[in-house]
């Protein structure tokens, strides 16, 4: 979740891709040896659609995201589960809630048929705050248990995606008045997705205020 230094190594794959283009498009064929995978304008245009996902610029990840449908397969599972979050963000901005669920519900299924676990994570705990847009806390409470379980990793000790899952929790006992507790879990939140999930760390800035 270091941005800046993913979009510096894009940008060095992007200029290495670029040059070896330019290189195969003057040279002559030849069958001497095999050459080695690179990776294609398709798999870049995706890295930077995630990048600026994961940023909150939605219409630059849209754009990226149609640059890279344009070169790869529609039936790639991966893309599909980034154009669906990108479609349920696009809900919950227009304040669409009733909408927002059911787009939800759909990317978090694509998300584990592509093993997508940034997807899945964020597209759960943004259901979580859905339904506590709803009224329903017990069942935003259920979805959140049900992310927190996704966010451990191998070693058993919780991913940095975590941090979503905190500002959810946070935002659960402000509305609970627990106030004290939403702190805690809100300052926690707030600090582990500033790098990597803009719109959670701006939600939990906002609730902290409150």
């Not at 498009?25 to 040896?33: D, I």
């Not at 890279?68 to 589960?81: C, T």
């Amino acid at each position: 979740h270091q941005l800046d230094d993913a979009r510096f190594w894009v940008d060095e794959v992007q200029q290495i891709v670029d040059t070896r283009s330019k290189e195969q498009s003057q040279s002559t064929p030849t069958n001497s040896g095999e050459t080695l995978p690179q990776p294609s304008h398709g798999e870049l245009a995706l890295v930077r659609s995630m990048l600026a996902l994961a940023s909150g610029d939605f219409q630059e990840a849209a754009d990226y995201s149609r640059e890279a449908v344009g070169y790869l397969e529609q039936g790639n599972p991966f893309i599909r589960s980034m154009l669906s979050l990108e479609e349920s963000m696009y809900c919950i901005l227009l304040g669409d809630t009733t909408r927002a669920i059911a787009s939800l519900h759909e990317t978090a299924g694509n998300a584990r048929r592509a093993n997508n676990l940034f997807v899945l994570m964020v597209a759960t705990c943004e259901l979580a705050e859905m339904q506590m847009l709803q009224g329903r806390l017990n069942q935003a409470l259920i979805t959140l248990e049900k992310a927190r379980l996704l966010a451990v990793g191998t070693d058993g000790r919780p991913l940095a995606l975590a941090g979503i899952i905190d500002n959810g929790f946070g935002e659960l006992l402000r509305e609970h008045n627990h106030l004290e507790d939403a702190k805690v879990y809100l300052e926690r939140g707030r600090r582990l997705t500033q790098s990597m999930w803009a719109t959670s760390s701006i939600d939990a800035t906002v609730s902290l205020a409150r």
